[in-house]
């Protein structure tokens, strides 16, 4: 399989949406070199927003060779040296121009003897062609020497109508099938990310042609159960406080589900029976915390809450576990999940009674639901009737049967 985020890379820098000042700036630089007082041009922001590909379009439009490197897995200046350091000086008659590209430079290691920033801050010197480097995040400490000697190009986060457009096309060449409101949902859940939302679209279309409403639905259930585990994560695996507290900050379920969680997991992770006892203690506490404070209101105590069900079973442990521990929703969840179900179909019929009695939601929910629920297991005709009558879904009329 050919991954669409590769099959349609920008060929023109025409084709990079939403990046127009950026892709100027990189143009001019490039054009200019011999002229430029710095020596690199850094190209930063978030991933998938349309660094790298911006280099390589602009080497193609100028003819330029691009020798490409990649910096995440170059750590030290020997390295840097060998890799980069012989391409920067030759420059023969009749070679074409050259862009030297180190992409990826967050994981480069700071200065010292050591150090590849060093080392590359020093060959920039010498480069007689221009080098681009890219990184999501230029801001860090051991950067700042490297940050003053280059020419600071900002990529940013892409709008949703940007992705949108962008997936619109990819849509078109491979004739997927697709509502647009579906497709502007799918660019919008993708934070800014064109590369995670192309990858999306691939995934949840490749055996159908088709995007639906259904497929998006599912893939936004399964981030959401990404994010929960992280959040597991982070509380069972660590013993830094601060790297615990946080771990619920961006979860989307509630407290009461939170504790679920912790409750069906914990003894997954936490093998060692004292470790255990203290975790339970700590969740105990935050059960009946947080009873009192649904009882009394007193919602300024529910960040305690949050610190015994963090950092508190954080610090549950002696030390780490090691090794992957599979993480599971709980049952109670799935059961409190059809609960929701179950009370969802209760409303919906309720409201098409009161729609043709002409009463309100709650009153055909306390008076005429439980009576014609009643009689709907009683009578087939009734039943009969009111399933034509309701327009009742299966579903709706096997709730009605029970
Ligand atoms: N601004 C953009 N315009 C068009 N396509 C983009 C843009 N940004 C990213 N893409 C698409 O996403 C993929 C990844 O982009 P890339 O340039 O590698 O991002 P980055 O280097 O910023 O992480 C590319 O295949 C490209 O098709
Ligand atoms: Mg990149």
Redesign the pocket.
């Known amino acids: 399989m050919h991954p669409y985020?590769?099959k349609?890379?920008?060929e023109k820098s025409s084709?990079?949406?939403?990046?127009d000042m950026a892709v100027n700036e990189l143009k001019d630089y490039i054009s200019n070199y011999k002229s430029q007082k710095k020596k690199a041009a850094l190209l930063f922001?978030?991933?998938?927003?349309?660094?790298?590909?911006?280099v390589h379009s602009i080497a193609n439009e100028m003819g330029l060779e691009i020798l490409e490197v990649n910096a995440s897995d170059t750590r030290n200046a020997e390295e840097i040296n060998q890799r980069i350091g012989a391409a920067m000086g030759q420059q023969s008659l009749f070679s074409k121009g050259k862009i030297i590209l180190l992409?990826e430079i967050d994981g480069l290691s700071g200065t010292g003897d050591r150090g590849g920033i060093q080392a590359l801050i020093s060959l920039l010197e010498k480069s007689a062609f221009p080098v681009v480097l890219?990184a999501t995040n230029p801001w860090d400490n051991k950067f700042s020497k490297l940050r003053s000697k280059s020419e600071m190009i900002a990529?940013n986060p892409?709008e949703a109508d940007?992705v949108f457009s962008?997936l619109k096309k990819i849509c078109a060449a491979e004739k997927i099938k697709h509502d647009d409101s579906v497709l502007k949902g799918l660019a919008r859940r993708s934070g800014g990310d064109?590369?995670a939302s192309?990858n999306d679209l691939q995934m949840l279309t490749m055996l159908s042609g088709e995007l639906t409403k259904e497929s998006l639905e599912e893939l936004s259930e399964r981030n959401r159960e990404e994010t929960i585990l992280s959040a597991l994560t982070r509380i069972l695996k660590t013993t830094d406080p601060k790297v615990a507290l946080a771990a619920f900050d961006n979860v989307r379920e509630n407290l009461d589900e939170q504790l679920l969680w912790l409750d069906e997991n914990i003894p997954r992770e936490y093998t060692n029976p004292e470790d255990l006892a203290r975790a339970y203690e700590k969740l105990s506490r935050a059960d009946v915390f947080n009873r009192r404070i649904r009882r009394w209101q007193h919602w300024r105590f529910l960040v305690y809450i949050n610190e015994l069900i963090t950092a508190g079973i954080a610090l549950s442990k002696d030390e780490k576990y090691r090794g992957f521990t599979e993480y599971k929703p709980t049952g109670r969840i799935l059961k409190l999940w059809w609960a929701k179900q179950k009370s969802m179909k209760k409303k919906a019929i309720a409201e098409k009674i009161a729609e043709r009695t002409h009463t309100s939601v709650k009153d055909a929910l306390k008076s005429s639901l439980p009576y014609m629920q009643h009689t709907f297991r009683k009578s087939k005709q009734f039943r009969e009737e009111l399933t034509k009558e309701l327009e009742l879904s299966r579903e709706e009329a096997e709730w009605m049967g029970k």
């Open positions: 985020a590769k349609f890379l920008p084709d990079i949406i939403g990046q922001g978030p991933t998938g927003t349309g660094k790298t590909s911006s992409d890219t990529f892409l940007d962008i064109a590369r192309i």
